[in-house]
């Protein structure tokens, strides 16, 4: 928990966030296991570094679809659930795969 604490306090230093919000933040993180803290630091080390781009909130609403992207999706617009795989059997491959 030390180091999501240095991390929101830093946070906090720099952008002036509410302690409000940081408060509730700390506490939602405070039992959490070290993978749950290393998944935030992720995300939140992602969100800082997108924001350093002065365009990142533009970027992010105006986002566009490649055209294999477009095609991919088209491509899936009629599908009825036959052609999905059942969960189960998903899982099954995954664990064979990789263990999971």
């Known amino acids: 928990?030390?180091?999501?604490?240095?991390?929101f306090i830093n946070f906090d230093k720099n952008m002036d966030m509410n302690s409000t919000t940081l408060n509730t933040i700390t506490k939602k993180l405070e039992n959490q296991s070290e993978d749950?803290?290393?998944q935030v630091l992720g995300y939140l080390d992602g969100i800082l570094e997108?924001?350093?781009?002065?365009?990142?909130?533009?970027?992010?609403?105006?986002?566009?679809l490649s055209e294999q992207?477009?095609?991919?999706?088209?491509?899936?617009?009629?599908l009825t659930d036959e052609d999905f795989m059942p969960i189960e059997e998903f899982h099954n491959r995954i664990k064979e795969k990789y263990g999971f």
């Open 36 to 38: 749950i803290l290393k």
């Open 50 to 64: 997108s924001k350093k781009d002065k365009n990142w909130l533009e970027h992010n609403q105006n986002y566009q």
């Open 1 to 7: 928990m030390k180091i999501i604490s240095s991390v």
């Open 69 to 78: 992207q477009k095609r991919e999706l088209d491509a899936m617009e009629n």
